[in-house]
C-alpha cells in the first residue's frame, strides 16, 4: 500500500493551507495586547487628570 497517494496529499495540503492562517492569527492576538498596553501606559500618563469633580463621579459610584 502507497503512503503517498494523490488524495493523501491534497489533504495534507488542505491542512497547511488552513492551519497557516490560523496560526498567524494567534501570533497575532498574542503580540498585539503587549504593544497596546506600552502604547496606552505612555498615553494614560499625560492625558489623565483626576480632579476633584472626578473623584465625586467615583465616589458616587462606589456609594450604589
Known amino acids: 500500500m502507497k503512503s503517498n497517494t494523490p488524495a493523501r496529499d491534497r489533504r495534507d495540503l488542505l491542512k ?4 497557516a492562517p490560523i ?8 503580540a ?6 506600552e502604547g496606552k501606559a505612555a498615553e494614560a500618563d499625560t492625558n489623565y487628570r ?3 469633580h472626578v473623584r465625586r463621579y467615583y ?3 462606589r456609594g450604589l
Not at 497547511?16 to 492551519?19: D, F, G, K, Q, T
Not at 496560526?23 to 498574542?30: E, L, M, Y
Request: hydrophobic content about 65%; charged content about 10%; aromatic content about 0%.
Open 23 to 30: 496560526a498567524a492569527t494567534a501570533v497575532a492576538a498574542v
Open 59 to 61: 465616589a458616587s459610584l
Open 16 to 19: 497547511m493551507l488552513v492551519a
Open 50 to 52: 483626576e480632579t476633584d
Open 32 to 37: 498585539t495586547p503587549a504593544l497596546a498596553s
